[in-house]
């Protein structure tokens, strides 16, 4: 993917180091759990809280001869999500396999969508702010895409000194991951900005938001740069569960790279 800026840069963001200014560039990937009673490509329950290993069923578990068929609500709750994004929904749409090896990936692979997903490019508006005068500024935020995938089990590594446990009821629950582009300049506009994509989701009915449960996960890229100089390279920050998390994590990252 071509990284394209689309900001002019902004005094006011920029981060003062020992060899000047630097301007923060911030990504993000939202992983949403799909408002569904069943999984994405199983009749298995979405059910949050019940008891391990309960709502697995043969697909979930990859039992030999098995074949995955998708949820219909899945996709139209993807495409909800599409128009509330104002983003272009897809007439074709093509399902991957994204290949690693895990103890609670029991397939081998996960049911992504890589070359050709749902939906396509689209925006949010942010308001940052209020500045020292009280004045909130509003910032376009772009969506590079929207694809649905499966969301992988759970290791549990604390009820036992010597073995790990793994609980499948996860396994095979759909997610929508919602790339933004590289617009994001400051953690306050990335708490913004999941903050309103939380708010739009809830609207829609299309993810509950409560990521306490792991409903609403973000991996924040982050990298730093002379103002207006070419893209710096970035370092991914995993599942991150929180926004005031996020905030932290992103104001963190970018000193320790400057």
Not at 110 to 122: R, T
Not at 152 to 165: E, L, W
Not at 172 to 178: D, H, R
Not at 184 to 191: I, N
Request: proline residues 5%.
């Amino acid at each position: 993917m071509t990284l394209i800026d689309t900001r002019t840069p902004d005094p006011k963001r920029f981060i003062p180091g020992a060899t000047g200014d630097w301007e923060v560039i911030i990504g993000m990937e939202i992983h949403a759990q799909v408002t569904s009673q069943s999984k994405l490509f199983s009749g298995a329950s979405t059910e949050f809280g019940a008891e391990p290993n309960a709502n697995v069923s043969l697909v979930d578990a990859a039992m030999p001869g098995m074949l995955p068929v998708i949820n219909e609500e899945c996709v139209a709750q993807a495409v909800r999500t599409g128009l509330g994004l104002k983003a272009k929904i897809n007439n074709r749409s093509v399902f991957d396999r994204k290949n690693y090896f895990y103890p609670d990936l029991p397939q081998g692979y996960q049911i992504s969508q890589f070359k050709d997903p749902i939906v396509g490019e689209g925006k949010v508006i942010v308001s940052v702010g209020p500045d020292k005068q009280g004045n909130f500024e509003d910032i376009e935020i772009g969506i590079e895409r929207l694809h649905l995938e499966q969301d992988a089990g759970k290791s549990i590594h604390d009820q036992h000194p010597t073995m790990s446990f793994v609980d499948l009821n996860r396994t095979g629950v759909a997610l929508m991951e919602i790339v933004s582009k590289p617009d994001l300049r400051s953690s306050e506009e990335a708490r913004a900005y999941v903050t309103k994509l939380r708010t739009i989701l809830r609207y829609l009915g299309t993810c509950d938001g409560n990521m306490e449960e792991g409903s609403l996960r973000a991996d924040v890229n982050v990298s730093v740069r002379k103002p207006g100089g070419e893209f710096g390279t970035r370092c991914e920050i995993k599942n991150v569960n929180s926004i005031r998390f996020i905030g932290q994590a992103i104001e963190y990252e970018a000193r320790r790279q400057i």
